[in-house]
């Protein structure tokens, strides 16, 4: 999934007062909504069978200072395809590189056509963080990254996202800029999808997970005649002008075909799937919010108290935006999976659309858990 929300609207000091969107017209919604994610230790590609990318070769090519605690770190590696790839560090008090002591992390992923200063760019997570000893990392992937290792028709190698962020991002944020071990993630719509989905797949890496409109299920199928989990995979094959059956093949059926038996490739959707493996969540620490779709405002602002559990209205799903009808229903699906496995799992259905405001409103809300599991006062 990705957001649909414009993401300039903040950086005078204050975040955005009310809903931000962009993209209106239903390709356009489809396009933002594919990016679906997904990330995996070192060896991933191979344990999959496929080929990965050269290894050992990324590296840190430049370091720009954007602001008093800000760092974006351009780095270089096969793995993306791409020539650099941008990461933002939000750094903690008394942060140095020279200094023997590391920081726990907190990584925040962005949705489908985001990039990584969308976080700091539309919330105040600078200053949410500003005094306590963490590390906030925001990667930058690509409008349809899936924060997955391309399938490639079997091929693999680039781009290749999982084995990037976890298997060179990581390690070189802890080799050249103490970042510790210690970690917690969250994120936004794709961004959503990919905390979760790489929580499941490598238990014990993130000690707590959030998903804000999470796209928790690519293999949703709408039951009112609404776009499915596979239509936005389609669809942000577009935004990025390539073939949308590199990512993870195609689901099958009932998607593809009228032929229960013909599921293609829809093992690798259910790898990449938050619902399929949610049994792998059990012992971590999970927060899931999702709204349905009416733009009835967040009822909160920056600066507020925190946020009212009186928010999670569990409303039925009968606002009018697209986007966040189709997260409701996925997330619905995911909370009834965690329920039937018995996955203890803080969760808030509320009344509210897919942009901007209200995933502050859920990163404030989330933020003591996220601290809590990381060990941070």
């Known amino acids: 999934m990705v957001h649909m929300t414009c993401r300039r609207a903040r950086r005078a000091g204050r975040a955005p007062t009310g809903p931000v969107r962009a993209g209106r017209a239903l390709p356009?919604?489809?396009?933002?909504?594919?990016?679906?994610?997904?990330?995996?230790?070192?060896?991933?590609?191979?344990?999959?069978?496929?080929?990965?990318?050269?290894?050992?070769?990324?590296?840190?090519?430049?370091?720009?200072?954007?602001?008093?605690?800000?760092?974006?770190?351009?780095?270089?590696?096969?793995?993306?395809?791409?020539?650099?790839?941008?990461?933002?560090?939000?750094?903690?008090?008394?942060?140095?590189?020279?200094?023997?002591?590391?920081?726990?992390?907190?990584?925040?992923?962005?949705?489908?056509?985001?990039?990584?200063?969308?976080?700091?760019?539309?919330?105040?997570?600078?200053?949410?963080?500003?005094?306590?000893?963490v590390m906030v990392v925001m990667p930058e992937t690509s409008n349809c990254s899936g924060y997955s290792d391309w399938w490639n028709y079997g091929k693999g190698g680039a781009p290749a996202w999982e084995t990037y962020l976890l298997d060179e991002v990581g390690p070189l944020l802890e080799k050249g800029y103490r970042a510790g071990t210690s970690r917690a993630v969250a994120g936004l719509s794709m961004g959503g999808l990919g905390a979760l989905k790489l929580t499941a797949a490598h238990p014990g890496t993130f000690r707590a997970a959030a998903s804000y409109s999470g796209a928790v299920n690519p293999l949703y199928a709408s039951p009112d005649g609404g776009f499915s989990g596979p239509d936005a995979v389609k669809a942000g094959g577009?935004?990025?002008?390539?073939?949308w059956k590199r990512l993870w093949g195609e689901p099958g059926y009932p998607f593809d075909t009228t032929d229960p038996t013909d599921l293609r490739q829809q093992h690798i959707w259910k790898r990449n799937s938050p619902l399929h493996q949610a049994a792998r969540l059990a012992r971590t620490p999970l927060y899931v919010s999702y709204?349905?779709?009416?733009?009835?405002?967040?009822?909160?602002?920056?600066?507020?108290?925190?946020?009212?559990?009186?928010?999670?209205?569990?409303?039925?799903?009968?606002?009018?935006?697209?986007?966040?009808?189709?997260?409701?229903?996925?997330?619905?699906?995911?909370?009834?999976?965690?329920?039937?496995?018995?996955?203890?799992?803080?969760?808030?259905?509320?009344?509210?659309t897919h942009t901007w405001p209200y995933w502050e409103r859920e990163l404030v809300a989330s933020f003591p858990m996220l601290m809590g599991a990381l060990g941070v006062a």
């Open 238 to 243: 577009l935004s990025c002008l390539t073939d």
């Open 291 to 352: 709204g349905n779709g009416s733009a009835s405002g967040t009822g909160w602002k920056w600066g507020d108290p925190p946020p009212s559990a009186a928010r999670c209205v569990n409303p039925p799903a009968h606002g009018p935006e697209a986007v966040e009808r189709t997260v409701y229903g996925m997330n619905e699906q995911l909370r009834a999976r965690l329920a039937e496995l018995r996955i203890p799992a803080t969760v808030c259905a509320h009344e509210g």
């Open 28 to 133: 356009a919604v489809l396009a933002l909504l594919l990016s679906l994610p997904a990330v995996q230790p070192a060896g991933a590609a191979a344990a999959r069978g496929t080929a990965g990318p050269p290894r050992g070769s990324a590296h840190v090519a430049r370091e720009v200072k954007a602001g008093e605690r800000m760092l974006d770190l351009a780095v270089s590696s096969p793995s993306t395809g791409a020539p650099v790839t941008w990461v933002r560090l939000l750094l903690p008090r008394h942060w140095s590189k020279d200094t023997p002591r590391t920081w726990p992390v907190l990584w925040l992923l962005h949705g489908g056509n985001g990039n990584h200063k969308d976080w700091t760019g539309n919330t105040h997570v600078e200053e949410l963080t500003a005094g306590r000893d």
